[in-house]
């Protein structure tokens, strides 16, 4: 079982920025397809941005291409999303998730939300205007 925890989180205003992080309580996380979710209050859970277990590969939803950026540092064991020119729209709980994938699926982007075995806890992301 893996144990992902979110941080980076908080309040910001319109056009401000926030990176998120999101580590593995234990083990390497290198092996690992990982994206961000997110959900809105009243609002399903949507996806944000993947980066795939070589992350030599991203996707990102429409709503949040050219302002978010996902990254990951094996070396650190750290998975990122860098927010920038961050809009009110984008309030709500963010949550990482990844997967363990091996051999030619470490190439491949996962952006749906049952793709993944593991989740966060969450953590709020709220943009004033």
């Known amino acids: 079982q893996v144990q992902l925890v979110e941080s980076g989180g908080g309040l910001v205003q319109a056009g401000g920025s926030l990176r998120l992080s999101c580590a593995p309580s234990?083990?390497?996380?290198?092996?690992?397809?990982a994206a961000w979710f997110r959900q809105a209050p009243g609002k399903e859970r949507e996806f944000v941005a993947a980066?795939?277990?070589?992350?030599?590969?991203?996707d990102y939803a429409d709503s949040v291409k050219g302002r978010f950026t996902i990254s990951r540092d094996n070396a650190k064991n750290t998975m990122y999303v860098q927010m920038n020119d961050l809009k009110p729209e984008d309030t709500a709980v963010y949550y990482c998730?990844?997967?363990?994938?091996?051999?030619?699926?470490?190439?491949?982007?996962?952006?749906?939300?049952?793709?993944?075995?593991?989740w966060g806890q969450g953590i709020q992301v709220t943009v004033s205007s």
């Open positions: 998730a990844a997967a363990l994938t091996y051999g030619i699926t470490r190439f491949k982007v996962r952006n749906v939300a049952n793709q993944y075995d593991y």
């Open positions: 234990e083990r390497s996380f290198s092996n690992y397809a």
């Open positions: 980066v795939s277990g070589s992350g030599g590969n991203t």
